[in-house]
């Protein structure tokens, strides 16, 4: 027991609470835990600490560390905050003790679940996000990891009195529910406080933001001028002016029905208020660029179906000068939108309704694990990374544990749980981009290889390593056995699902010329909770034998989680 509270001093010290300054997350402005004075009263289930360690398997009680910036909740009353909202976006980030429950209670009085539902099989009332409503899918993390929820909120309805609208809630990043309706039992457009309520083990909050959503428009466009240019929509400059003319409002319909050409718009932006402001353009054509006071805010590529792009500029009050450039695809219908935001103002458009027409229908093509694992080969785009990965494989399983390997590389890149593959960029219309994105909870792993040859267990870890890919077998659950050369010894690496966790073993045949190590994880912070359990940030866990022998090392700015492997290896993780 001493043992591990020495673990978790370790933890508290290399995680410190991370507390927003007034411009935090997606412009929300932050609820102060300097103390419980945000809130209408308190009571002695609720406190503000500095840091909490939580056991993913509760083997020990929660530790705490004095403080500020973390609200800590036990069973007892709820807590109400001294803010009064009514039309909202609302952000946090929480972490649960093993078996805890609680709720998120919006302005109208709907309470939105946050519980310990990492293990269960689909969704369910049980299962964080429930509303009125289950979840598209289980987002949760495990207990002891920092997760997020995110939600926009319309406390009335014109039309439906009585009524409200969640319009978006996201866990850790996954969209759950859309377009809600739920009954309102209290008078919230009028504003009413946020509630937390905790009824089960231990719930922490840190870094509250809010956004109070009103309906002013403190930035406009004025002295509009355009100029439509009839060169080809793929030509990289424009000089062949069609016609000219000024407007009151951005109108992809100056072009007077052309099939290709350029439109530029310039002009000025009169604000009112200083601040951040967000602009999100929505538009189809080869291209999209913003500039303001001659400062890229946008620059982007082809948008096929209405897709959508941000930029963000700090603007003062006055008059801000600007440039729009567009073009269009000849083959498809032009729409062309620009969409404003800042904290505290409901997003308004600065386009005309008819610029930005009804979209193409666009299909939401899965592929959907049944009874046995799926496997698809595709390209993968690593956020961060400029170019594709091109030889890679996803392997989905039916209980919903999925990941990526880069077969030239024998790299686990990624590796999510959830819903399995979104292929709609590989098999709708021409599948140009060939691209697999993750449809469930994802973390992101290693680019490099997972395995290499090592002078010593210090010698830093190859981008690359000297790696010779030998195909792969099926086993009978119908995984996928991967084969690799390394030197004169052959690797094979399997990755299963084990339930709750994802596991993965190295058998190694044949002798290496230098010692073989995996990489297991790399990390800004790798902290090892208890023997053979690893803490990842706060992405995910890593669990090993314990008699085996894991390093934790320094790599430039990141920590580096590496094992031994030799004969047969394994470790296994899960968020």
């Known amino acids: 027991m001493h043992h591990f509270f020495r673990k978790v001093s370790l933890l508290l010290l290399a995680c410190p609470a991370v507390v927003w300054g007034q411009s935090g997350k997606g412009n ?55 803010l009064k909202a009514s039309d909202l976006r609302f952000y946090a980030e929480f972490n649960l003790s093993p078996g805890a429950e609680g709720f998120l209670i919006l302005p109208g009085g709907q309470k939105v679940r946050i519980s310990d539902s990492s293990k269960l099989k689909g969704e369910s009332t049980l299962t964080s996000g429930y509303v009125g409503q289950f979840p598209t899918q289980n987002a949760a993390k495990a207990p002891g990891l920092w997760q997020t929820i995110e939600l926009s909120y319309d406390a009335a309805i014109p039309a439906l009195p009585g009524s409200a609208r969640l319009n978006t809630l996201s866990l850790n990043g996954v969209t759950v529910l859309e377009t809600i309706y739920l009954p309102s039992s209290k008078p919230a457009a009028d504003g009413q406080p946020l509630s937390l309520e905790v009824t089960k083990g231990t719930i922490a909050f840190r870094n509250i933001g809010y956004q109070l959503l009103a309906s002013r428009k403190p930035l406009t466009l004025t002295g509009l001028n355009y100029k439509v240019y009839s060169d080809k929509w793929d030509s990289k400059t424009y000089s062949k002016l069609d016609h000219e003319g000024t407007g009151t409002t951005l109108t992809q319909e100056v072009t007077n029905g052309m099939r290709e050409f350029h439109l530029v718009y310039e002009g000025e932006m009169d604000v009112t208020e200083a601040g951040d402001y967000i602009f999100t353009t929505i538009y ?77 229908p666009k299909p939401y093509i899965s592929v959907n694990p049944d009874m046995r694992p799926e496997m698809v080969r595709s390209f993968v785009l690593i956020d961060g990374e400029k170019s594709k990965r091109t030889h890679c494989i996803s392997v989905g399983s039916a209980d919903g544990w999925n990941y990526t390997i880069d077969l030239n590389r024998g790299a686990l890149i990624q590796a999510w749980k959830g819903q399995f593959a979104d292929v709609t960029e590989m098999w709708y219309e021409r599948g140009e981009p060939q691209l697999l994105f993750p449809a469930g909870l994802k973390v992101h792993v290693s680019g ?52 709750n966790t994802l596991s993965r073993t190295f058998e190694v045949q044949g002798k290496s010329d230098k010692p073989l190590f995996a990489l297991l994880a790399s990390g800004k912070q790798v902290v090892e909770i208890e023997k053979g359990l690893y803490q990842i940030d706060d992405k995910y866990y890593v669990q090993t034998d314990k008699k085996s022998k894991p390093l934790i090392r320094p790599a430039g700015e990141v920590q580096e989680l590496i094992l031994p492997v030799s004969a047969t290896t394994s470790y296994s993780m899960f968020w």
């Open 448 to 499: 490099r290889s997972s395995l290499a040859a090592l002078e010593t267990n210090a010698t830093a870890w190859p981008d690359s390593s000297n790696i010779n890919f030998l195909g792969y077998n099926i086993n009978p659950q119908g995984y996928p056995v991967f084969r690799y050369a390394l030197g004169a010894a052959t690797v094979t690496d399997q990755l299963v699902s084990g339930g």
């Open 28 to 82: 929300y402005s932050p609820l102060p835990l300097k103390d419980l004075t945000s809130f209408e009263k308190s009571s002695p289930n609720w406190t503000i600490q500095g840091n909490i360690a939580i056991h993913p398997a509760g083997l020990t009680k929660v530790k705490t560390q004095s403080g500020e910036g973390i609200l800590v909740g036990n069973p007892g009353a709820a807590i109400a905050t001294k």
């Open 284 to 360: 189809s054509g080869p291209m999209f660029d913003l500039d303001i006071d001659g400062k890229s805010i946008i620059a982007t590529g082809e948008a096929t179906s209405q897709e959508s792009h941000q930029g963000t500029a700090n603007l003062t009050q006055g008059k801000h000068k600007f440039k729009i450039h567009y073009s269009r695809f000849p083959w498809r219908q032009p729409a062309l939108g620009l969409r404003v935001e800042k904290a505290g103002i409901r997003p308004y458009d600065l386009h005309t309704l008819s610029s930005l027409p009804e979209p193409e």
